[in-house]
């Protein structure tokens, strides 16, 4: 199965900036179902952010709208996060998703930690 790693995770002030990343240990066209980021903060459930479907076309929640968004390197095999205009809302541990059509488990990677406050 492959493996996903989170990087990136960091404090940064409202307003700011910051580009996640999440390393596969294989090919990531090789989850059909696309990949995704989700996140999840304290006391709360865990809520989709993000997706890029493997003809490239993209989707974000609302909130995210307009300052997030997600790319790929399908020759390193990561998928990225960048994120613009963060807000205290956006704190979260965001975690990187792998998904297949037919059944067959997502694999998820251990999360990076978002802190935004000043």
């Known amino acids: 199965q492959v493996q996903l790693e989170e990087s990136g995770g960091t404090l940064v002030q409202p307003g700011g900036s910051q580009t996640l990343s999440c390393a596969a240990s294989?090919?990531?066209?090789?989850?059909?179902?696309?990949m995704a980021w989700y996140r999840q903060a304290p006391g709360k459930e865990r809520e989709w952010v993000a997706s890029i479907r493997n003809d490239g076309g993209t989707s974000y929640r609302d909130s995210v709208m307009g300052r997030f968004i997600i790319s790929r390197d399908t020759e390193k095999n990561t998928v990225a996060l960048r994120m613009h205009n963060l807000k205290p809302e956006d704190t979260a541990v965001y975690l990187c998703w792998g998904g297949h059509y037919g059944g067959r488990a997502a694999s998820w990677g251990q999360g990076t930690q978002v802190t935004v406050s000043s």
């Open positions: 294989g090919s990531i066209l090789s989850f059909s179902a696309g």
